[in-house]
């Protein structure tokens, strides 16, 4: 798959299923990550309209989320494959869909997220030399939905932190 660029860094964008089967594309070094699902998403339903959209395989991406990590392939396997518990990106998404008004039309599980995004996702990923800077031009420029930190849509951090600490409290009464 061709590199895509984003505020002037280009980004090797793979299919997560295909991380996932062979993570090894994915090196274990300081980077930033983005991750991407397609326009018409189920897991976009309750955001704000985004303007961030590029192609790839023919279908409109979203970038969802942006992070900086000092193990790529640690940190992309733990957002799209591991637990709420040790990724903000998961706990962000199912704290969404938790939420009464979502929890019906399209009930989410770690696994059924799981799933949704090795079958759904692209991320992308580059090894600049100054990460942190990085992490946060993307997040200006793009305004990932579930970035809260940089977000310039006070009422969507609001609201997303609300369910965030609803989510919690869920898990901990559990």
């Not at 990106?89 to 770690?110: G, V």
């Amino acid at each position: 798959m061709e590199p895509y660029k984003f505020a002037g860094h280009c980004f090797q964008a793979l299919p997560a299923i295909q991380l996932l089967k062979g993570i090894e594309a994915v090196p274990n070094r300081a980077g930033v990550y983005l991750i991407a699902v397609p326009q018409s998403s189920p897991l976009l339903e309750g955001c704000p309209d985004s303007t961030n959209q590029f192609e790839i395989l023919d279908a409109k991406y979203v970038v969802i989320y942006v992070g900086e990590t000092y193990a790529l392939k640690n940190r992309v396997l733990a957002h799209l494959s591991g637990d709420s518990k040790d990724s903000n990106f998961r706990h962000s998404i199912m704290s969404l869909h938790s939420s009464q008004s979502l929890s019906a039309r399209y009930p989410l599980t770690e696994e059924s997220l799981t799933q949704q995004l090795a079958e759904n996702s692209v991320v992308g990923f580059c090894e600049p030399e100054y990460i942190g800077l990085v992490e946060q031009q993307l997040i200006q420029e793009l305004q990932p939905v579930f970035n809260i930190r940089g977000c310039m849509n006070p009422d969507w951090v609001t609201s997303l932190k609300k369910m965030r600490k609803i989510f919690s409290a869920s898990l901990k009464v559990a």
